[in-house]
């Protein structure tokens, strides 16, 4: 009987303790580490993307699937790639380009110069409608003349030639027996990078996993989720929960989320402006009195302290932070003085009920911005209110992506900028040609301006750095006397990132934050 029950008290022990187990294995993981156990990175994404095919559009993806021949590095300079050489003739006017020959697609085929003359030639052809055409206009000819040798022959020199070559390259034979726009390779791409496309649950998450045969540094996080949460505020309080583990933050949430133990905050200096835009179809737009008023109207100070909280500078010019800088130009100081004299010289009289009137109409527009970004509904805000001091009554049209055609707007919050060739967001922005009415340009305003046009050709075709330079300052002065935009602050990016994730390499970053994932194979969880 004794050993009856010492029996059944071992019994009811290893039971208690197999249920205890058992009980602790249903327990989650705290979520802030549960990433770093499986080994995924899960990114907190603005938006959800309409395609993935990087001729048709830009995502912050084209780092993990995509490859070119070169490559922007941390210094955002590029270098080679896929390209083993790159030499150029004297005249500028011929590229004798060798590649590597290790290089595979995520589906095992070789990539070879005819996947790179196939990009160039898709972009080129205007069936496809790529937003990259203007980069490619000077290639006159593409030889091939062997697996991995090829020339590129241009009609003149064309110096962001090799920014150009960073384009990512297609497979060509992915597109066989399909179109471009139409095709399945748009929402299952298949590139070269270090990440290949595995999943895409359209609404929540679109997951990819390391691709192990990359011929560059193989990627130590296994699986990258890009969980798409547009509202701005459920970004923070996931990651602040850890259910996602990086996130781009409004200025706003820095100061609470530096507060949280398991996160590091990354604050980059960008290239990235933003502004109101003036749409030039729009009679009011078409005196640039008006423009210039506006922009003196404009309190950059009170946006980078009380919108920016300090993270960011006041903007005036698209190449503020670009070694051609013209500091010399009109910056639009904060005057409403000089405003209002502008406002009157124009004939545009101030009435009493506090708005100004020219021939029966009133000193009225409407400012879109997009809602899901709350920075820049803040600043139309702000300065929606603060035009009322020279007399102008402004709305703010805070809609849903959905409902956005910047064309179509009388004045939109823009958000531009690139850290690369002056070339870059300055000639697809500002240049006639590129008016989004008739090209996959992104000059939304139709602004048109024959010096700007002739000054954004020539900076494109000159050699010479310093009369590139010359160049790009007479254009920053002629945009400033008919300024498209009404500049107000360059935002820098801030990143929340778990703390354990280690690798990133800071660089001055474009648009929206972009390019910092730019080095993402050398992320690593450290507590593996």
């Known amino acids: 009987m004794k050993k009856f029950f010492v029996f059944i008290l071992m019994m009811i022990l290893a039971l208690s303790l197999v249920g205890c187990t058992s009980s602790q294995g249903e327990k989650k993981l705290p979520s802030a580490t549960s990433s770093s156990q499986s080994n995924e990175l899960i990114f907190a994404s603005e938006s ?14 084209d780092a993990f699937l995509f490859r070119g021949l ?16 790159i030499k150029i003739s004297d005249d500028q006017m ?84 399909q179109e471009i726009r139409t095709a399945t390779f748009n929402q299952q791409p298949i590139g070269a990078g270090p990440y290949k496309f595995e999943q895409w649950d359209k609404g929540n998450s679109l997951t990819l996993k390391a691709y192990p045969s990359f011929f560059g540094t193989k990627a130590s996080i296994e699986k990258v989720i890009f969980k798409f949460i547009p509202d701005s505020n459920v970004r923070a309080l996931q990651l602040k929960s850890g259910e996602v583990d990086i996130a781009l933050l409004d200025p706003n949430q820095v100061e609470e989320l530096s507060k ?76 409403i003085d000089k405003a209002n004299e502008l406002l009157e010289q124009a004939d545009w009289q101030l009435a009493d009920d506090g708005f100004r009137y020219k021939d029966g109409e009133k000193l009225a ?40 055609v910047i064309e179509e707007t009388e004045a939109f919050m823009v958000g531009w900028g690139s850290p690369y060739d002056a070339d870059h967001h300055t000639y697809s922005l500002f240049h006639s040609g590129e008016s989004s009415l008739t090209s996959a340009g992104y000059n939304y305003g139709s602004y048109a301006n024959a010096t700007v046009d002739a000054l954004l050709e020539e900076g494109r075709t000159t050699v010479d750095p310093e009369k590139r330079k010359e160049v790009y300052m007479a254009l920053q002065e002629e945009l400033a006397q008919d300024p498209p935009f009404a500049y107000f602050a360059y ?38």
């Open 48 to 61: 959800e993307f309409a395609g993935l095919n990087p001729i048709l559009e830009e995502t912050n993806l």
């Open 491 to 528: 935002v820098d990016a801030v990143y929340g990132i778990n703390h354990q994730i280690s690798g990133v390499k800071e660089r001055i970053l474009g648009h929206h934050g972009a390019g910092f994932l730019w080095n993402v194979e050398e992320w690593e969880w450290n507590d593996r």
């Open 260 to 335: 949280v133990e398991h996160l590091k905050m990354y604050e980059v200096e960008s290239a990235d402006y933003r502004g109101v835009l003036f749409n030039m179809k729009y009679p009011l737009w078409q005196d640039v009195t008006i423009r210039k008023a506006i922009s003196y109207s404009t309190d950059r100070a009170g946006i980078v302290k009380g919108i920016l909280h300090g993270y960011g500078t006041e903007a005036y010019s698209p190449l503020q932070k670009h070694t051609f800088v013209n500091n010399n130009i009109e910056q639009y100081t904060y005057d």
């Open 70 to 85: 070169m490559r922007f590095d941390e210094h955002n300079i590029p270098v080679n790639d896929i390209a083993e050489s």
């Open 365 to 404: 527009f409407t400012i879109t911005a997009p809602i899901t970004d709350t920075v820049r509904v803040n600043m139309a805000n702000y300065v929606a209110e603060g035009y009322k001091a020279v007399g102008a009554d402004v709305e703010v049209a805070a809609l849903d992506w959905s409902n956005i």
């Open 94 to 177: 011929t590229y004798t380009i060798t590649i590597r020959n290790d290089v595979t697609f995520h589906d095992g085929q070789t990539l070879t110069v005819d996947d790179m003359i196939f990009t160039i030639d898709s972009i080129l052809d205007d069936a496809n409608g790529s937003f990259l055409k203007s980069d490619f206009i000077h290639v006159a000819s593409m030889k091939k003349v062997d697996d991995t040798t090829m020339t590129i022959q241009l009609d003149e020199p064309f110096t962001p030639m090799l920014d150009k070559l960073t384009v990512p390259i297609l497979p060509k034979h992915a597109f066989e027996g």
